[in-house]
Every structure is written in structure tokens, then in C-alpha cells.
């Protein structure tokens, strides 16, 4: 008989998620690139391409009425419980025809693809390594989620050490860069319909969302800071702890071996193993964007929606037809070790 694994309650399912490894795919991305005039797009809207590469994030940090939240998009956009998640390219290929700002879609509509394939080409490793992020006790729950981020922390200063704390990546930079061209660039009236609230209420959410995702990036970057809050996590309630797994913290940099080359990890749904490093997930992620961004541009007369004609795979198990709930298979012990 199969078992199904109750999930926590969706107000429980807090998710804080990184963003360098988002960048550097989606930076790579557009040196890929062999379409000339999506090239000059993207070259001249760096900063719509970064911030579309973590839309899809930011919403797990916006709340409007009384205190709800929008984290049920962000959840649904990431296929948690199955859901279509190439719902919000959808929604951007058909908002780039009818919005002013084009060119700043189009790279937000880059971005948002770039992140799409970026989670589900690694996140089934970081599941594997770091533990059910979802998992029935409290306790198991939170040291899961200590160690997911924990570990994208690691992943950004192995692999993206170039970006840590420069101002060319500080979110805060890139969200003045666009000011409030961003808001009529991306589909506030599609999302505020899914989300059943008001065009003002979904774009206030989104802008609060992402200047709580530039703050904590402020911050979470400051080895200063970051070093004695991580020397003083086991002193610490579970909430805090989750809270400083995502600073930068150089200790975390002891355990980079472990990350430095090939991983081996068995896919957390399937069971089956695989043996890749970061680099190379990096590099499928790419490649499987490009696909998506040299078939046409949507600035030419195509309708980019046709492309996705079918389900888009969840961004947690990387695949279609699974969910969180599939999950079975984790690292015994666990990485990266807390302290």
C-alpha cells in the first residue's frame, strides 16, 4: 500500500529561498544567447533579467490584507502540491504584447525561465543532502530547513564568490535600476486575480516582498555580521537559527569539499542516483532555458504560450508528474552539519 506523507499546514510551509545561483544562471543564460536582437535586450536590461530570475521567489516574502500572505503564489509557481509551474511564464509572454515596456518583459520573462530550470535541475540534490524541508515535527522541520539554506548559502559562496556583497547584485541596486517600470512589466492584474485581491493590493505586496528580500540580502552578505551570528546559532531558538542559515557565513566554508566536484546524490522521488557537479547543473539549467529563449522572441509578433503546451515540471522534485509529498529518499546524515 503506498503512503502518503502528510504535508504541514501551508501557514507552516515558510520558505526563505537565496539568490546568487539564480544570478550567475541567469547571467549565463544570456551569454548564451544566439538571437542578436534578444542579445541587445538583454545586455541593455541586465537588471530586469536578475530580478526576473527571483520573482518567482519573492512573493514567499509578501503580505497584504490583515496579515495574509502570498506565499500560496509563490507555492503554486513552484509546483509544491503539483501545480502547473509554467503558470507565470504564461501569464509574462502573453503581458510582454500588451505592456509599454517590452524590452524590460522580455528579460524579466528570460529571468523567470532561467529560475524555473535553474530549481529543478538542483533543488533535487539540495532536498536530498539537506532533509525534507516539509516534515511533519517541528523539530525535523526546522533543522531541514537550517540546512537547506545553510547549504544555497555554501552553494552562493563556492560558486559565486564574485557576487557576494557587490553592489552590481545587491537587490536594492537592481529595483532602482527598474523603479516603477517593474510593476507594469510584469502581469499585476493576471496575479492579483489568481491571488484574489486587488491590483493595489498585489502590486504593494510584491514591491514590500521584494524590498524584505533586498534587506535581508543586505545583510545576510556581511561576513562581519554574518560570522558571530553563526558562532552564536546553538545558543539560539529554532526561528533565529533558521533565520541566520542564511548568511553568508564563512565557517560554513570548512565543508565546500563536499561541493567542490562531483555530488553524488539519489534523486529524493525516484531513488535513482546521480553523480554531477554544481557546474555542470548549472550548465543543464542553461541549456534547457535556451531552448525556451532562442525558439522566438517575444518581442516579434510569435505568442511565446504555444511553447508551453505542456505542464511545467515542479521546481522542488524536477519533475512532472511529482510533488513534495513524493519525496522518500534523504541523506543519511544529513549535509552541511550545523553547529
Known amino acids: 500500500m503506498s503512503h502518503i506523507k502528510e504535508q504541514p499546514k501551508k501557514a507552516n510551509r515558510k520558505v526563505m529561498p537565496k539568490e546568487l545561483i539564480h544570478f550567475k544562471t541567469a547571467l549565463r543564460t544570456a551569454t548564451g544567447v544566439a538571437d542578436p536582437q534578444l542579445s541587445a535586450v538583454l545586455s541593455t536590461h541586465t537588471h530586469g533579467l536578475l530580478l526576473g530570475s527571483i520573482i518567482h521567489d519573492a512573493f514567499f516574502y509578501g503580505i497584504h490584507r490583515q496579515g495574509h500572505t502570498f506565499q500560496h503564489l509563490a507555492h503554486a509557481f513552484h509546483g509544491i502540491d503539483g501545480q502547473d509551474t509554467f503558470t507565470l511564464l504564461k501569464l509574462q509572454a502573453e503581458h510582454v504584447r500588451s505592456t509599454p515596456h517590452t524590452e524590460l518583459a522580455t528579460a524579466l520573462f528570460i529571468g523567470m525561465a532561467s529560475h524555473i530550470f535553474a530549481d529543478a535541475t538542483m533543488h533535487p540534490m539540495v532536498w536530498y543532502l539537506s532533509g525534507d524541508y516539509f ?5 525535523a522541520r526546522s533543522l531541514a530547513r537550517q540546512r537547506h539554506r545553510a547549504l544555497e548559502s555554501l552553494m552562493d559562496m563556492l560558486i559565486c564568490p564574485e557576487m557576494v556583497g557587490r553592489p552590481l547584485f545587491s537587490i536594492a541596486h537592481l529595483l532602482k535600476r527598474t523603479g516603477e517600470a517593474l510593476y507594469q512589466a510584469v502581469p499585476i ?3 492579483a486575480m489568481m491571488s484574489k485581491c486587488s491590483a493595489n ?5 510584491l514591491k514590500q516582498a521584494l524590498t524584505i528580500f533586498a534587506t535581508l ?17 546553538p545558543f539560539l531558538p529554532r526561528q533565529a537559527r533558521e533565520i541566520i542559515a542564511l548568511f553568508h557565513a564563512p565557517q560554513l566554508l570548512r565543508q565546500a569539499d563536499t561541493l567542490r566536484n562531483a555530488i553524488t546524490y539519489q534523486h529524493p522521488v525516484s531513488g535513482l542516483m546521480y553523480t554531477e557537479s554544481i557546474e555542470t547543473m548549472i550548465d543543464k539549467a542553461v ?4 531552448a525556451v529563449c532562442d525558439t522566438d522572441t517575444p518581442s516579434s509578433s510569435s505568442d511565446w504560450s504555444p511553447l508551453f503546451t505542456e505542464k511545467g515540471p515542479s521546481l522542488e522534485t524536477g519533475e512532472n508528474a511529482s510533488s513534495t509529498q513524493d519525496m522518500r529518499h ?6 552541511p552539519q550545523l553547529p
Not at 287 to 290: D, G
Not at 330 to 335: H, M
Open 201 to 205: 493590493e498585489l502590486q504593494a505586496g
Open 189 to 191: 492584474h493576471q496575479l
Open 287 to 290: 541549456t534547457r532555458t535556451l
Open 217 to 233: 540580502q543586505k545583510f545576510n552578505s556581511r561576513q562581519w555580521l554574518a560570522r558571530p551570528l553563526y558562532a552564536t546559532t
Open 135 to 139: 516534515a511533519p515535527t517541528p523539530k
Open 330 to 335: 534523504f541523506a543519511t546524515p544529513p549535509f
